[in-house]
């Protein structure tokens, strides 16, 4: 007996040795690939301010990959669920399962095709890696077995797994467990259920038949055995196998770019360096930056009879010089130009502008109450005669400098922008503030630039916005996770007066009502603009918290249907900033020290004090030390109370433009004055402008002193305002003739209209 075991052990001993040394030796005598040994090239992933992704770019193979996941960071129920599924005792095998082996060989050769397969998680990492092409012949699966074998003996179990799920094909494009993750389920890795990890476990065996995009009903008989086998391999309690049964996981396409786009495309154009991590935080709160475009989407459906087709915000958080939301148009699909970046594209900002120049005066000594004649003025120009007008087409009469921001009168804020140095000091303050667009020499832009003549770039007027906000400091806005310091800029108390006034629902009520979308059930700063023929209107407004930013029009730059900023733009504004309040505790500004409140007179601008006579009409005002005006006295009234203003606003007055009523007159003038024509100067050359249709192309007829006069012309008829005589102006030289009818004294003047 002991002989017949000697002879087949030495009989055997030739096979375990060969055994041993394919075993044991053989596989250090191949390589492990290449591609193995090297870090993988994960795709770039762009992710929110909490984490969550918004986009994650394609690799050069066209695929999203995901981020190599430590073994650590992998969720349990992901481990267990992929062993279950395709490699139950890879704790224990060698890198080749040779039971398995024995199990395949078994069942395909009493089939007669293939039914079953062996292979373990090791080789298909090894098969993974090395991508052959072709035929996969009996050489190359030894080949494959042989690695797999090596590698077993050279890594980590733990390390295997994690290059095997960081690297494995799950299908559409979506390579790694983490690309699975936020591709079907648009969640992180480790908020999976167990029910969605063992749907994710059951797609590598074939990425085609178990396509979650297609039909997911076909998955779930193969999702269901592995939960069995998870709990028949202990790794699951009862318990965990009903929920996870129960369950039927939901796919929420994540569209791997799609998630703010434009924010995303704006920090690609910035080119920042790619990480080596793979991931570049945003600041983008991702669930403020949905409820924006809701809230756009919601707004322009509403004014899509009026031809209001795009519209973009921006939301900055003051702070920081983060920006939390912004949407470059209605749709990213949309076919009439979504994909344009309103937020970027330069558009004119009309009266949006006017802010930055009251800021400006009062830097330079004016104050809130300060008196502004919102008379008719016209400057000359190399091309003709400037002449604003208010876009109302009404004139107001003496306003503080309160009521005309308030009101957003034109004429009134080119006259505040002459009195601080024209376009030249604003032109200056607006590149200080970032404003990038502003490429041309103040002569280009003129008086009109305060009014908004020079386009702009959402982004750049926001955060200039944000500026005043910050009372006074700038800082860079920025959509990356950066340290953004802040630069003092601007005279504090100033910005502090301009956030006083744009929230001083009474200071607008003149234009815009008392219950406009511009008022909020808590304080908040805001301003709107609208270009001319109303091709953009604006609305931006800010807390000490955030500034938003509204532009609302059309990107082929076709005008809306007499939709301005408080009926186009602000209604998105109102409503963000409704989203705001909602999420956080708004407040406002401490008042800065040093500031000095005293009661006024509208009507003059001077102060009222116990020396003063009974005014009609009081307000109370802020000033900055030092800018207090004068107190009022006997010689501003007369007799019945009324303010007595200079002859300038004699004409104004007794016009239907007056609002004020019978609470103002003028130093009267005797009829042997000598008067003589102010408006138009002899020899003005007008250039009609094709955006102003109508009233836009009034010219009134003024003397000085105002004199009741008969005007004459051959071309142009003479036409009344109340008393105010006024010419519609045609193309062509126009002779104008005025006639004082008690002395028969004649003055005449021309004028030289040019066609559009």
């Not at 267990?80 to 080749?96: I, M, N, P, Q």
């Not at 494959?144 to 559409?172: C, D, H, K, T």
């Not at 749709?331 to 130009?337: E, L, N, P």
């Not at 219950?515 to 953009?536: C, H």
Request: glycine residues 8%.
């Amino acid at each position: 007996m002991r002989k017949r075991l000697r002879r087949i052990l030495l009989a055997s001993l030739p096979v375990v040795i060969c055994a041993a040394l394919v075993w044991w030796v053989l596989p250090w005598c191949v390589s492990l690939p290449e591609t193995l040994l090297q870090p993988q090239a994960s795709s770039l992933v762009y992710t929110a301010r909490d984490g969550t992704p918004l986009r994650q770019l394609l690799t050069a193979d066209g695929e999203r990959v995901g981020r190599h996941v430590a073994f650590a960071s992998l969720p349990d129920p992901l481990i267990k669920a992929t062993l279950a599924a395709e490699d139950h005792r890879f704790w224990s095998h060698g890198g080749v399962d040779l039971l398995a082996v024995a199990r395949a060989v078994r069942d395909n050769t009493s089939s007669g095709r293939i039914v079953s397969g062996a292979s373990t998680i090791h080789q298909q990492l090894i098969k993974v890696c090395t991508r052959k092409k072709g035929r996969r012949t009996i050489g190359v699966k030894l080949i494959e077995a042989l690695q797999a074998r090596r590698l077993s003996m050279s890594w980590p179990r733990e390390r295997v797994l994690s290059e095997y799920l960081s690297r494995i094909s799950y299908g559409n494009l979506l390579t790694g467990c983490t690309s699975a993750a936020s591709g079907y389920f648009n969640k992180p890795l480790q908020d999976l259920t167990v029910a969605e990890c063992a749907l994710l476990a059951a797609i590598p065996q074939s990425p085609t038949r178990f396509n979650p995009f297609r039909r997911i009903d076909t998955i779930f008989p193969r999702q269901q055995r592995i939960l069995h086998a998870m709990k028949h391999h202990g790794w699951i309690s009862a318990e965990q196998l009903r929920v996870a049964l129960a369950e039927k996981p939901g796919i929420q396409r994540f569209t791997g770019g799609f998630a703010a786009p434009h924010a995303i495309e704006l920090i690609q154009g910035q080119h920042p360096p790619a990480p080596a991590t793979g991931i570049i935080p945003t600041t983008i709160d991702s669930a403020l930056q949905g409820q924006v475009e809701k809230i756009i989407s919601a707004r322009l459906a509403v004014l899509k009879d009026r031809h209001v087709t795009q519209a973009a915000v921006v939301v900055l958080e003051n702070a920081t010089g983060h920006i939390l939301a912004l949407a470059g148009s209605r749709d990213f699909f949309a076919s009439d130009g979504g994909q344009i970046n309103g937020a970027w594209a330069p558009h004119s900002p009309g009266s949006a502008m006017k802010p930055f120049t009251y800021q400006l005066a009062f830097e330079r000594g004016a104050s809130a109450a300060s008196i502004v004649a919102d008379l008719p003025v016209e400057y000359p120009t190399p091309t003709g005669i400037y002449r604003p007008e208010n876009y109302a087409h009404r004139l107001y009469g003496p306003m503080t400098y309160r009521d005309a921001l308030g009101n957003s009168l034109n004429i009134a804020a080119v006259r505040v922008l002459t009195s601080i140095g024209g376009a030249d000091t604003l032109l200056a303050r607006l590149k200080q503030l970032g404003m990038s667009t502003l490429t041309e020499p103040a002569e280009h832009y003129g008086l009109g630039l305060t009014i908004g003549n020079a386009p702009v770039r959402l982004v750049e007027l926001t955060n200039a916005y944000a500026t005043l906000a910050r009372l006074g400091v700038w800082k860079p806005w920025t959509l990356t996770a950066a340290d953004c310091p802040g630069t003092p800029m601007l005279n504090p108390a100033a910005c502090y007066l301009i956030a006083d006034i744009l929230s001083d629902n009474q200071a607008r009520a003149l234009s815009f009502g008392s219950y406009s979308p511009l008022r909020l059930p808590f304080r908040a700063a805001v301003k709107t603009g609208t270009s001319q023929s109303y091709r953009d209107n604006w609305t931006l407004g800010y807390t000490p918290e955030f500034t938003v930013g509204v532009w609302a029009g059309n990107f082929d730059n076709t005008p809306m249907q007499e939709v301005s900023g408080v009926t186009g733009a602000a209604p998105i504004w109102h409503d963000i900033f409704l989203h705001l309040q909602k999420r956080h505790a708004l407040t406002w500004f401490a008042e800065p020290k040093g500031l000095i409140h005293a009661r006024i007179d509208p009507r003059t601008g001077k102060r009222l004090t116990a020396q003063s006579p009974p005014a009609r009409i009081s307000r109370e005002e802020v000033f900055v030390q030092g800018t207090l005006p004068p107190p009022s006295g006997s010689q501003d009234y007369d007799l019945r109370g009324r303010a007595i203003l200079t002859n300038d606003y004699a004409t104004w007055i007794r016009s239907a433009d007056n609002w004020m009523g019978d609470v103002l007159t003028v130093v009267p003038s005797t009829d042997s004055e000598p008067w003589s024509i102010t408006n138009p100067v002899p020899g003005t050359v007008i250039h009609l402008d094709p955006d102003l249709p109508g009233q836009g192309r009034r010219l009134i007829l003024e003397t000085r002193p105002p004199r009741e006069l008969d005007w004459h012309s051959d071309t142009l008829s003479i036409k009344h305002d109340g008393r105010i005589p006024y010419i519609l102006l045609q193309p062509g030289r126009h002779t104008l003739t005025a006639r004082d009818s008690t002395t028969g004294e004649t003055q005449r003047t021309h004028i030289i209209v040019h066609p559009e």
